[in-house]
């Protein structure tokens, strides 16, 4: 059972002179009325009360008065709370008759609960810390953000060389009638020469023709000239015939030779040669292209592989504050913030960051069912129903302070004493509004 305030009477505490109240078990009980009349003096009151002198104000002891502060709450376990005299001694006596001091208080007093601001008005940061160390996952999620931050920096860096890869190659010119790979110009002078040689050979071929071509001619002016002599050189007639008929038989086998052959061509080799340094800066920088389109690929490979690695720690963290046990559904972190409902704190309504700031001092302390809250005037009717209601629900009980005397304050205050109290339960009578400041008479509802 979580341990609340069933009454409390304070008396010459700041501004308060003498005020008892009966706070509603669960909900939102408000302590309105005007401005330095001793709402704030209440808190403070319980807050030293059970939470040590370290809460004990500067100025305890009511301006004027002769009488020392003199403070008593009951809490709903029974236990009595009790300040008087002369130091204000603490007095903690359990229901079974036995004292006991400040450390059993600590044992169910959370320190946020009766300094509620302190975690309202930390950094929204500080507030995550506080609920990740709370569920037990604040170390785990602090290396997963760490390779989260590390591997987005890393993803980041790689694709901004991507980019610049990409622009690169895309700015790189290409020409798509050059060759694959840059021209030897040794290779061509060779493939000249080899040509040339070829040539060479078919220039002597066709000049062994004309040279028979002559002897033929030649053959031909004797043979003229010995039919003149023809008896006589009989023998030499035949001779020259038959070597008239070889030398007919290889003309015509060297003449067919000749028909078929077909030189080469070197004009495009030696355009070529003549052309080698722009074809080769064309082949460069096509390859100069290839690589950059290879290089940006690889970079962009490496990009989504890390964002597969990013996906993968994000979908970690979720899972990590999933299982945890938080204390109120909707609530999360997200990048070191708290989150509920999807908005950060400077994002969500008074009465959600109320509702959080609860629920996150509850679970430091379950034992602690009660919180104090200090000046909710800034916030309107349907903000402070919506968070009583919840306080309600959830079994919790909030004692506030409100600059209002309207019908959401259950107790006024005024100068001092209870001016009102809508909480009280007359017994035979009305209930007298207030006491004399130096003989405080302790009725149910006000002084």
Not at 371 to 382: C, N, V
């Amino acid at each position: 059972m979580s341990v609340k305030i069933n009454k409390l009477e304070i008396e010459n505490v700041k501004r308060v002179k003498a005020v008892k109240i009966e706070p509603n078990a669960n909900g939102l009980t408000i302590v309105g009325g005007n401005n330095n009349q001793g709402k704030t003096s209440v808190l403070d009151a319980i807050s030293w009360a059970l939470g040590g002198n370290r809460y004990k104000p500067s100025r305890a002891t009511r301006e004027g008065s002769m009488t020392p502060p003199h403070l008593q709450i009951v809490m709903n376990n029974g236990l009595v709370v009790e300040r008087k005299g002369k130091n204000s001694t603490l007095k903690v006596i359990d229901p079974n008759g036995d004292k006991g001091g400040q450390e059993l208080l600590n044992s169910f007093v959370e320190e946020l609960a009766i300094d509620l601001p302190k975690f309202m008005d930390s950094t929204s940061k500080e507030k995550a810390n506080i609920l990740l160390q709370i569920i037990g996952v604040g170390n785990q999620l602090f290396e997963l953000e760490r390779k989260e931050q590390e591997i987005y920096n890393q993803r980041h860096a790689i694709g901004q060389i991507a980019d610049q890869k990409k622009k690169y190659a895309a700015e790189q010119p290409y020409y798509p009638d050059a060759p694959k790979e840059l021209v030897s110009i040794n290779e061509l002078v060779k493939q000249q020469q080899e040509i040339l040689a070829r040539n060479g050979e078919n220039q002597r071929k066709r000049t062994e023709v004309e040279q028979i071509r002559f002897q033929l001619t030649q053959s031909q002016q004797s043979i003229q000239t010995l039919t003149d002599r023809i008896a006589e050189l009989q023998a030499q007639l035949v001779t020259e015939q038959q070597s008239f008929s070889n030398l007919s038989a290889d003309f015509e086998t060297a003449q067919k030779t000749v028909e078929t052959l077909q030189d080469e061509s070197t004009e495009e080799l030696q355009q070529n040669i003549a052309e080698i340094d722009e074809i080769n800066r064309k082949v460069r920088t096509n390859l100069d292209k290839e690589k950059a389109e290879e290089d940006a690929n690889q970079y962009q490979n490496q990009y989504d592989t890390l964002s597969n690695d990013l996906e993968s720690v994000r979908e970690d963290k979720a899972a990590l504050l999933t299982n945890a046990q938080l204390p109120l559904p909707g609530l999360s972190v997200d990048d070191g913030d708290l989150i509920y409902n999807g908005q950060r704190w400077d994002n969500m309504s008074g009465s959600d960051q109320l509702k959080v700031s609860t629920a996150i001092v509850r679970k430091l302390k379950p034992d602690c069912g009660f919180i104090l809250l200090d000046k909710l005037e800034q916030m309107d009717m349907a903000t402070l129903n919506e968070f009583g209601q919840w306080l309600e629900q959830e079994g919790l009980q909030a004692i506030a302070t409100r600059v209002s005397t309207g019908e959401e304050c259950e107790i006024i205050i005024e100068d001092g004493y209870v001016a009102e109290d809508k909480l009280s339960k007359p017994e035979g009578g009305p209930t007298p509004q207030q006491a004399t400041p130096t003989t405080p008479t302790w009725t149910k509802g006000a002084f």
